[in-house]
Antibody, heavy 123, light 107 residues
Framework: EVQLVESGGGLVQPGGSLRLSCAVS????????MDWVRQAPGKGLEWVARNRNKANSYTTEYAASVKGRFTISRDDSKNSLNLQMNSLKTEDSAVYYC??????????????WGQGTLVTVSS | DIQLTQSPSFLSASVGDRVTITCRASQGINSYLAWYQQKPGKAPKLLIYGASTLQSGVPSRFSGSGSGTEFTLTISSLQPEDFATYYC?????????FGQGTQLEIK
């Protein structure tokens, strides 16, 4: 059974930092791309970042809203995905989901999602 | 950047109804489109990928169609468990983006 469990959320002041983690099991982590997606309270989904697999040199992509402040990384030996978030702003407050990205049909699609971890940026 | 616009934003329907949600892309995205269902307090669930392929385990009352800039998600006969919010997402190029969502409510 595929499982993704996020952790590391909490309350942080504007300008502060937080590191989210996503522990995965039930699939070969090293084969898959991974995404972070967030959802502000009462709002829609926003894609945040992608980390490709070793075969694709662990390359990364970011949304413009987080580029230069957030860093996505992974540790294949620990089946873990991370999101280092620096210079946090109030508008970064959201539930953060990690998602397993699978090659399906014609491309890489987020096929399985964790339950999310809440980040609140407030003074 | 490619934007997605869903319509309607809110939809009220009854059990047994056939409903259609539209997702329009600001430029052509071939068939690099996914549909998700999200229930309150839960993670999104992948329903359809490649614009029209049903994800494993998803009931056949769900179907997707379209290519280029216009896409639809159809539920052929609404069941009580289908009342949720639905999102489209394009995967054509970065940054990836979601539509604003369609909230499907019980009439």
């Amino acid at each position: 059974e595929v499982q993704l469990v996020e952790s590391g959320g909490g309350l942080v002041q504007p300008g502060g930092s937080l590191r989210l983690s996503c522990a995965v099991s039930g699939f070969t982590f090293s084969d898959h791309y991974m995404d972070w997606v967030r959802q502000a309270p009462g709002k829609g989904l926003e894609w945040v970042a992608r980390n490709r697999n070793k075969a694709n040199s662990y390359t990364t992509e970011y949304a413009a809203s987080v580029k230069g402040r957030f860093t996505i990384s992974r540790d294949d030996s620990k089946n873990s995905l991370n999101l280092q978030m620096n210079s946090l702003k109030t508008e970064d407050s959201a539930v953060y989901y990690c998602a397993k990205v699978t090659f399906l049909s014609n491309g890489w699609y987020p096929s399985d999602w964790g339950q999310g971890t809440l980040v609140t940026v407030s003074s | 950047d490619i934007q997605l616009t869903q319509s309607p934003s809110f939809l009220s329907a009854s059990v047994g109804d056939r409903v259609t949600i539209t997702c329009r892309a600001s430029q052509g995205i071939n068939s690099y489109l996914a549909w998700y269902q999200q229930k309150p307090g839960k993670a999104p669930k992948l329903l359809i990928y490649g614009a029209s392929t049903l994800q494993s385990g998803v009931p056949s009352r769900f179907s997707g169609s379209g290519s280029g800039t216009e896409f639809t998600l159809t539920i052929s006969s609404l069941q009580p468990e289908d009342f949720a919010t639905y999102y489209c997402q394009h995967l054509k190029s970065f940054p990836l983006a979601f539509g604003q969502g369609t909230q499907l409510e019980i009439k």
